[in-house]
């Protein structure tokens, strides 16, 4: 079985910054692609980040495009999500996930997921 943790999240001001990591233990980590989803209250959730399996390409939604970074380390079977200039729309509760096979930006080809932690920007 497959469990992912996510830990960072927290209250920040607009502007400022936060880096989200995510454990993932059982399975295979290496052989598939991973995400970040978030879900902010009365919404859907949304795509945020993805990477391929060996971190070569990477994708973003184009409301966080060039503000986030996601990263892989396959030897210590993580995954990351660099948060800058942060904007109170960023507001949500951010789940990472891993991909049942090749990424996608659909939640539905997501196999696994974490429990979700916080993420509050302050304007």
């Known amino acids: 079985q497959v469990h992912l943790v996510e830990s960072g999240g927290g209250v920040v001001q607009a502007g400022g910054s936060l880096r989200l990591s995510c454990a993932v233990s059982g399975g295979t980590f290496s052989n598939y692609a991973m995400g970040w989803f978030r879900q902010a209250p009365g919404k859907e959730r949304e795509f945020v980040a993805g990477?391929?399996?060996?971190?070569?390409?990477?994708y973003y939604a184009d409301s966080v495009k060039g503000r986030f970074t996601i990263s892989r380390d396959n030897a210590k079977n993580t995954v990351s999500l660099q948060m800058n200039s942060l904007k109170s729309e960023d507001t949500a509760v951010y789940y990472c996930?891993?991909?049942?096979?090749?990424?996608?930006?659909?939640?539905?080809?997501?196999?696994?997921w974490g429990q979700g932690t916080q993420v509050t920007v302050s304007s």
């Open positions: 996930a891993q991909a049942r096979g090749y990424y996608s930006s659909s939640d539905s080809e997501y196999a696994y």
């Open positions: 990477i391929s399996w060996r971190g070569a390409t990477t």
